[in-house]
């Protein structure tokens, strides 16, 4: 059987015509048409208030919790509009793993934080749980530092360890996509490069969403990127060419630093 990895990637997510207004009227996706790419980093990226968030918050449906008057379009998600009134909004959540800037651990156990979801949802069997935890923190490369003080508070971690089990946290419920809303910007260059290691070998299960802290860690792990400005996709590419050789000057100036 050919491995997924060497063959054509399929899309995940498609985005057709999406428009995403705010209550005070700030309009901050303007018709976004875009795919991302199933086993792959998918960056999004651009200066602040270009929509990143807002567009990530799309596809686990977290905009439904935002001031938001307007939300056209289709996001197509395995080819199902997620953004139907009748999507079961748990179990998309449930495929859809999140992390966020700041570390945002339960004030409980580093195991705890792990097994809180998958015991929510039912799950009892000692066996089932320990294996989560022992497959998350390995992914999220924390396995090794805390693998003799699981029962250890979890705010006893420094931050980049406290970031990983965010993202372990993330991983233990089993998703399919895994957003990281610039997940290393309060990180050390150590803690950062430890994230982004891992997103590496992450990509090969799941796909990855990420909105990097900067244009160096876009060019560093992105697969495929899109480059927005106040709302709108300037540019979309696959591999590093828009790093070095971007099309639109929009995009250029961009990442060249003479703004943002
Ligand atoms: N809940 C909200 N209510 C009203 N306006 C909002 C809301 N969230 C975001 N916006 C506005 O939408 C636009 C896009 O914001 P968004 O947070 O998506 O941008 P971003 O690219 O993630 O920015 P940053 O890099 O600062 O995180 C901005 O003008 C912002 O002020
Ligand atoms: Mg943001």
Redo the contacts with the bound molecule.
Sequence with gaps: MPNKNDSVKENKVVLENVNLS???G?E??KNVSMPFVANSTNVVF????????????LFNRLNDL???TLLEGQVLLDGENILDPNTDVIALRRKVGMVF?RPVVLPMSIRKNLTYGLELAGEKNKTVLNESVERSLNQAALWDEVKDRLDDPAIALSGGQQQRLCLARSLANEPEIVLL??PTSGLDPISTNKIEESLQILKKDYTIIL?PHSVHQAARTADYSAF?L??KLIEYSAGKTIYTNPQDERTRDYVEGRFG
Excluded: H, M, W
């Design positions: 705010y209550s005070d700030t901050s996706l651009g200066p602040a208030g270009s929509g990143k968030s807002s567009l990530l918050r935002a001031d938001v800037a809303d610039e909105v927005f106040q709302g």
